[in-house]
């Protein structure tokens, strides 16, 4: 089984607004990683974070890293079309090799 | 720099066909992977490559799927004979070492009739 799922699956919102998007995961890891996919092309990787990091920053986009829950949030800020895409959320574990494993993705739609 | 590159971008076989996918990762990239996509999922690891040994391959099937990566550069993955289960994206990826983010390729798109 995949060891990361996000929450929402699908999220539809306006131009300009803030998106969130939701990561849990079972085990320890190592390191969180967010990746975005745009339809039929490969993943394209946004953020790390590590185990003992809590926040981390990249443009417009914020992620939090909660190790107590097994969580992680995605926030885009000021959304744009181009933004329109799937997004996956993938965990290092902490034993064995960084082998990522992937969460079954937010379908996220940004209507002009 | 140029990024991961995979051919054949798309393939349509008829099950119990051979296939062959090609990945040319990035120059210097130590570590390969190859992933496969299921419609609606998130990638799923087959086998993992340290230079030009297959260090995680404990999700291969095995029985059909065989990989390889001569000296340690470019890398095929060989499906034989394909089945329509086998239907899935097929992504090639690799990283500087096994602790860097993943970069990835376009993917091949497998459709076994």
């Known amino acids: 089984s995949q060891q990361g799922e996000e929450d929402p699956q699908a999220l539809s919102i306006q131009e300009g607004e803030n998106a969130t998007m939701n990561c849990s995961y079972k085990t320890s890891i190592n390191n969180l990683q967010w990746y975005r996919q745009n339809s039929g092309r490969g993943l394209v990787h946004l953020i790390l974070?590590?185990?003992?990091?809590r926040e981390k920053h990249s443009g417009r986009l914020r992620v939090t890293l909660d190790t107590s829950k097994k969580s992680s949030s995605l926030l885009i800020t000021a959304s744009r079309a181009a933004d329109t895409a799937s997004y996956f959320c993938?965990?290092?574990?902490?034993?064995?090799?960084?082998?990522?494993?992937f969460g079954t993705g937010t379908r996220l739609t940004v209507i002009p | 720099e140029a990024g991961v590159v995979q051919s054949p971008r798309y393939k349509i076989i008829e099950k119990k066909q051979p296939v062959a996918f090609w990945c040319n990762p990035i120059?210097?990239?130590?570590?390969l992977y190859w992933y496969r996509q299921n419609l609606g999922q998130g990638p799923e690891l087959l086998i993992r490559?340290?230079?030009?040994?297959?260090?995680?391959d404990s999700q291969l099937p095995k029985d059909r799927f065989s990989a390889e990566r001569l000296k340690g550069v470019d890398s095929t993955l060989k499906i034989q004979p394909a089945e329509l289960g086998d239907s899935a994206v097929y992504l090639c990826?690799?990283?500087?070492?096994?602790?860097?983010?993943?970069?990835f390729g376009p993917g091949t798109r497998l459709t076994v009739l």
């Open positions: 993938a965990t290092a574990l902490q034993t064995g090799a960084n082998n990522l494993f």
């Open positions: 490559y340290e230079n030009e040994e297959a260090v995680d």
């Open positions: 120059s210097g990239h130590n570590t």
């Open positions: 990826a690799s990283s500087p070492t096994i602790l860097n983010e993943q970069f």
């Open positions: 974070i590590r185990s003992n990091e």
